[in-house]
């Protein structure tokens, strides 16, 4: 049978199916008329790597349709926001891309920051983007390991875990948690690293990057790793613009869009790095570009690090920055400014803004409204992944079920970005 | 004070900012493809140009400008629903964010209509990326797309029967007393 045939035929089962079912839950259709058969991956499936269901129609080994369904993990995050003071937003943003906590975090505190008119002073802004640059590399190094196991080598996975652990012990140094972080303040940081982050940092810069080499030379040229993801769900980059895509996906297809150059924020616009981009959008061209961004996110570290300024690490913000804890114990206005902080006494300006940053997987947008209370009258997280994963059946389509594990893994779809 | 020198004041600085001087030539251009009476509330918040607009013309100002040479409007960043309950006859409404890639301009439009007819044209034919945003714009708010191939709830259960992040529905339950705080009036 011609594969055009089949899918005219797909189609044509989909509408009967779609008149039939009356808002049933979804199509279970194995009709062996035409040899096709519908499998249903997800949602809570190994390979998928978080909890999101296709339910594919198959010819044998090809793919002819997919439908997925999303919102296994939908916490209401836009709702609960409108409920909360700004600092207790803070958390549920570390719950969005979990792989890269301190970006959300950061961005949700530049966002407030424009809203109240709060300039961050050098020094903290050099830290958030060491600590963004950090969680870049943990999100990448994640993505582009799990691509690994996905085609069959496990020990790309293993050997650079044990770097995401060191990362998130420099986290745990500078924040106290690993994983969910909440790091940073409305204002800056909540504390200035310590000699032992530093250490820590230092160390890793000058280990990581052998490891990185060796993690590099397993996969970038190995034959058996290159034929299985070498024109792999290639995607145009005029398609890829249509579909909203953004970050490391975008710029595989071609588009040198990345949101720390365009509207640099945080100070980048100090920092030298390039901006890799791909040629045809496929797999290969994901993890390539990838593991180029963790070169260039060591290099914005390391200047970082060497230019780290002197000075504060916080604003001179009163109002929103909460005072150091053996303050409180001692000086009236800082146990005031603590109590109202914290009981959420304190209203936000009128405004409205949209601000962005370069999340691990793409722009990053939070849109605030505030209408003068202590909590925002609406907040919308513009998610990237949320807004790419819905290309993925078309990506997938035509490809076999092996493939379609390895694109969406590539495409790195964060279950708690997707559904937030 | 003369009423011509205050208007005359602020003018001076307008012209050396970048971004008003770049807001100021995306107004013309929008002023110019679609007509000055198109659009209402032009504001700059944070330096974000924001203009009103209304649903009959929002799918060909969208359309107009994706097509359009000068500025490239290519890229929909985002869109996103929001409830005013007190605005009587325009409690609903839809925010677009558009972004030009080419020369880094951003554009915020927005259109209100009532919850009682919620109907919008989609976007879903000018942009793919709109049928999520779309869908979850109707999960959320209810706001009906016409045009849209599958407008269906997207991230909340299928049988949920209201659309959750209208106002009228509270995050706890109003009627709760054990959660009243009465030092601090919530």
Redesign the interface.
């Known amino acids: 049978m011609a594969v055009n045939d089949t899918l005219e035929g797909t189609h044509k089962i989909h509408e009967e199916a779609a008149a039939q079912r009356h808002?049933q839950?979804m199509p279970l259709l194995n009709d062996f008329s035409q040899e096709l058969t519908t499998l249903n991956l997800g949602p809570t499936h190994p390979a998928t790597h978080g909890i999101f269901q296709n339910i594919l129609q198959m010819d044998g080994e090809r793919i002819v349709s997919g439908v997925p369904t999303?919102?296994y993990i939908?916490r209401?995050f836009?709702?609960?926001a409108?409920?909360r003071p700004f600092y207790q937003i803070t958390p549920l943003t570390d719950r969005m891309n979990y792989c890269s906590s301190p970006i959300n975090n950061m961005g949700w505190h530049m966002t407030v920051e424009?809203?109240l008119g709060v300039t961050v002073p050098k020094r903290a802004q050099y830290m958030r983007v060491i600590m963004m640059e950090l969680a870049r590399i943990a999100d990448h190094l994640i993505c582009n390991s799990i691509l690994g196991v996905d085609t069959g080598a496990f020990t790309g996975f293993l050997y650079v875990f044990q770097e995401r652990e060191k990362i998130y012990e420099i986290y745990e140094e500078v924040c106290g948690s690993r994983l969910t972080t909440n790091m940073g303040r409305v204002g800056g940081m909540e504390r200035d690293f310590s000699p032992v982050a530093l250490q820590k940092l230092r160390d890793w810069l000058k280990t990581f990057p052998a490891v990185m080499k060796e993690f590099e030379s397993m996969f970038n040229r190995n034959r058996i790793f290159m034929d299985r993801v070498v024109n792999v769900g290639p995607i145009s980059a005029e398609?890829a613009?249509?579909?909203?895509f953004t970050g490391p996906n975008l710029r595989a297809a071609g588009?040198d869009?990345d949101v720390r150059a365009?509207?640099p924020y945080s100070s980048y616009e100090d920092f030298e790095f390039d901006i890799p981009v791909g040629t045809n959008g496929d797999t290969y061209d994901r993890f390539i570009v990838r593991n180029e961004e963790i070169w260039q996110s060591l290099r914005i570290i390391k200047q970082a690090l060497e230019n780290l300024p002197e000075g504060p690490y916080h604003a001179d913000a009163p109002h929103y920055y909460l005072p150091a804890k053996q303050e409180v114990y001692k000086n009236m206005e800082a146990l005031i400014y603590h109590f109202k902080i914290i009981?959420g006494?304190i209203d936000a300006p009128v405004?409205?803004?949209?601000h962005?940053v370069e999340g691990g997987n793409g722009?990053l947008?939070f849109?605030l409204?505030s209408d003068g209370g202590r909590t925002p009258y609406?907040l919308?997280f513009?998610r990237p992944c949320?807004?790419?994963?819905?290309?993925y059946p078309e990506m997938a389509v035509g490809t076999t079920l092996s493939d379609a594990i390895v694109i969406l893994s590539s495409m790195n779809v964060i279950a708690g970005e997707l559904?937030? | 004070m003369n009423p011509q020198e205050s208007a005359a004041a602020p003018e001076a600085p307008v012209a050396e900012d970048p971004i008003k001087v770049q807001n100021a030539r995306v107004l013309a251009l929008l002023h110019k493809l679609f007509g000055e009476a198109t659009f209402t509330d032009v504001e700059e918040?944070?330096g974000?140009l924001?203009v009103t607009t209304t649903r009959e013309r929002i799918h060909d100002i969208i359309a107009g400008l994706q097509q359009d040479q000068e500025i490239k409007f290519?890229?929909?960043?985002?869109m996103?629903g929001?409830n005013y309950p007190e605005n009587e006859g325009q409690e609903l409404g839809m925010?677009y964010?558009l972004h030009s890639?080419t020369q880094?301009i951003?554009l915020?439009i927005k259109i209100f209509f009532s919850i009682t007819d919620p109907v919008v044209p989609t976007l879903t034919d000018l942009?793919?990326?709109a049928?999520?945003?779309e869908r979850?714009a109707y999960d959320?708010f209810g706001v009906i797309f016409t045009g849209h191939p599958n407008l269906i709830?997207?991230?909340?259960?299928?049988d949920m029967d209201y659309h959750?992040?209208r106002r009228e529905y509270p995050?706890?339950d109003g009627t709760r007393e054990d959660k009243t705080d009465l030092f601090?009036g919530r």
């Open positions: 808002g839950l999303i919102g939908h209401a836009e709702k609960i409108e409920r424009k809203l398609k613009l249509n579909y909203g588009v869009y365009m509207n009981m006494e405004g409205e803004v949209y962005s722009e947008g849109y409204i609406r919308h513009r949320f807004i790419y994963y819905q290309a559904d937030a | 918040p944070h974000l924001t290519h890229f929909l960043t985002t996103c929001i925010i964010h890639l880094n951003r915020r942009y793919a990326t049928n999520w945003m979850e959320f709830r997207i991230l909340n259960v299928e959750p992040m995050l706890e601090f």
